[in-house]
């Protein structure tokens, strides 16, 4: 028996969900990158495939690649809807179908019985771009054509109840009917599911040539030097030469003084050149300069006999000692007092430490890395470092790059991180939206790889499991202002988000109280902007909802009064 169903609810959330980005040339569909392209070249790119690796080969990549379209769009679904009812919930599918362009979706038959593992599902489709350009192509048809729109309904589907489902299409126009209709199951319910589910399965070789590729990345993996955080990670010309160095350094017992911003991985690099070196079976000890104060770095570093100093109760072996046989790692080492610095240098020069308090030195064998994010020369000139110390370690210095410079590096050490965190904290997500990629890829990293490991943490944990980590998880703080939006008939309309009631009264009453004018605010949520943006224009006018123009115009008009001002 047959009842119909409800009419779907409205798709205005989904429409606003739509933003054209001109400027970055950018669409986005919430936080995934969408196109807007010809369905003639989507028809091309059908035609070389059906001529290349024939129909049925073609077929089944058309499916997988609907498939995967639809798998994404039910991410969007629960979060969109989620006190919805489940129908509403599920006509996400059919009503972003429809505003994808692809066909006019309209359920006839919903129904589930999730304990008896029944569904029902039977969908009308008119104008599918698809039937109608294969027969334009090819002409009438014995069998369905709707190849990538059937792999949607299906990886929707599955996708939505997290478990397997299937469309078949039981009518379609591109066989002479008025219109497609499709008909979908719980995968065990078909007959013949099991032959349908292998339809969705990569091709053989495919599969054969990404196992062999796993397996050498592990290999792979396997010779990098095991430093405890992961692989020295990166592709960019300016860290593989940093990289390059380390491994020439690594056999010899030059002293490495490793410089870059904080949090660049100068620990990493250091342990990784150990882990290099002839010393690797002994120890590694890492000294942070700046975390120690400045009375007890003396004793720490070298050690302290008995009585040496009030509170020394017992013999204190420094971490020149305890590094005995391998490497010393001084990080932050411009930081170090100066008396301390001195110290130093006689230990370099001479091979030999001297215990606080203690009448004879003792010989150590250590190899010293020095790390800094200071520069040393300026700290030279400022007197806060000795010039001779200077000569001493920098004979091999290694600059590692900020994360800004290497921009394509961010996803593949985002993914790395993402899969460490997911194995420590036993929790795998479905990866990053597009549009969190981009965000991570225009962010400016002042705190570079450490600030990328606390975001990827901080996104998986927030993430509900085999979700996709969105933007706003990783940036809370931002906003993206009042973008264009897509109206009902389709067009573009600039839509600002309306500030919630209370902090309009916040707001107000601030201004009352500083006794300020809505041009002046105006004025400094510009200069605000611009100065957050870094005087990137086009961001600021972005961070405020409007164009590069719009701000150029109300800066200039700014400054003119600024000038009439002080005039
Ligand atoms: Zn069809």
Request: proline share 5%.
């Amino acid at each position: 028996m047959t009842r119909p169903t409800p009419p779907m609810p409205s798709d205005a959330d989904l429409r606003k969900l739509v933003r054209f980005s001109t400027e970055e040339g950018l669409i986005w569909l919430s936080d995934q990158r969408m196109l807007l392209l010809h369905s003639a070249s989507l028809t091309a790119v059908r035609r070389e495939l059906m001529n290349t690796i024939g129909m049925e080969n073609t077929r089944r990549l058309l499916m997988r690649g609907g498939y995967a379209s639809g798998e994404r769009d039910a991410l969007l679904a629960r979060q969109i809807r989620p006190n919805a009812t489940l129908f509403d919930m599920f006509s996400v599918g059919p009503q972003l179908h429809r505003l994808e362009g692809a066909v006019c979706a309209t359920p006839l038959l919903f129904e589930l019985d999730e304990k008896a593992g029944r569904f029902r599902c039977h969908v009308r489709w008119d104008h599918s771009w698809e039937a109608d350009a294969h027969l334009r192509e090819w002409g009438p048809q014995n069998d369905p054509a709707c190849w990538m729109l059937i792999g949607y309904a299906s990886g929707y589907t599955s996708a939505f109840f997290r478990r397997p489902a299937l469309f078949k299409e039981v009518q379609c126009a591109a066989c002479g009917h008025s219109h497609c209709l499709i008909e979908g199951r719980f995968a065990e319910e078909w007959p013949d599911g099991e032959q349908l589910a292998r339809e969705y399965q990569p091709d053989s070789m495919l599969v054969r040539i990404d196992e062999l590729h796993s397996q050498v990345e592990a290999l792979r993996t396997r010779l990098q030097p095991a430093d405890g955080q992961g692989p020295l990670l990166g592709q960019a010309r300016s860290f593989k030469a940093a990289v390059d160095l380390l491994r020439k350094a690594a056999p010899t017992q030059v002293t490495v003084l490793l410089t870059g911003e904080t949090g660049v991985g100068k620990e990493r690099f250091a342990s990784a050149l150990h882990d290099m070196s002839a010393r690797a079976g002994k120890p590694f000890v890492a000294v942070n300069c700046a975390a120690l104060p400045a009375e007890l770095i003396e004793s720490e570093l070298f050690g302290a006999e008995k009585g040496a100093y009030t509170g020394a109760a017992a013999t204190r072996i420094g971490r020149f000692e305890r590094a005995h046989g391998g490497t010393l790692l001084l990080d932050e080492l411009g930081e170090m007092p100066l008396a301390a610095q001195a110290k130093l240098l006689r230990v370099l020069q001479s091979g030999e430490i001297e215990r606080l308090g203690a009448t004879r030195t003792i010989k150590v064998d250590v190899r010293v890395v020095a790390a800094t994010n200071v520069d040393l020369e300026k700290a030279v000139e400022q007197g806060t470092f000795r010039r001779d110390l200077l000569y001493r370690l920098n004979v091999y210095p290694i600059l590692i790059p900020a994360l800004r410079e290497r921009v394509d590096d961010i996803e593949l050490l985002a993914m790395h991180l993402l899969q460490k965190f997911s194995a420590l904290h036993g929790k795998k997500v479905a990866g990053l939206s597009d549009r969190a990629v981009a965000a991570l890829r225009s962010h400016r990293w002042p705190g570079n790889v450490r600030e990328l490991e606390n975001l990827m943490e901080r996104g998986l944990i927030l993430t509900p499991p085999g979700e996709l980590i969105e933007v706003a998880t990783l940036f809370p703080q931002w906003n993206d202002g009042g973008q264009s939006r897509l109206s009902a008939q389709g067009f573009l309309v600039n839509e600002p988000p309306l500030m919630p009631d209370t902090q309009t009264n916040d707001l107000y009453d601030e201004m009352q109280r500083q006794g300020l004018t809505l041009e002046a605010l105006e004025d400094s949520l510009l200069q605000e902007a611009v100065h957050r943006a870094g005087g990137n224009l086009a961001a600021a006018a972005r961070a405020l909802g409007m164009t590069r123009p719009q701000l150029s115009y109300r800066l200039s008009r700014l400054r003119e009064r600024s000038l009439e001002a002080k005039e």
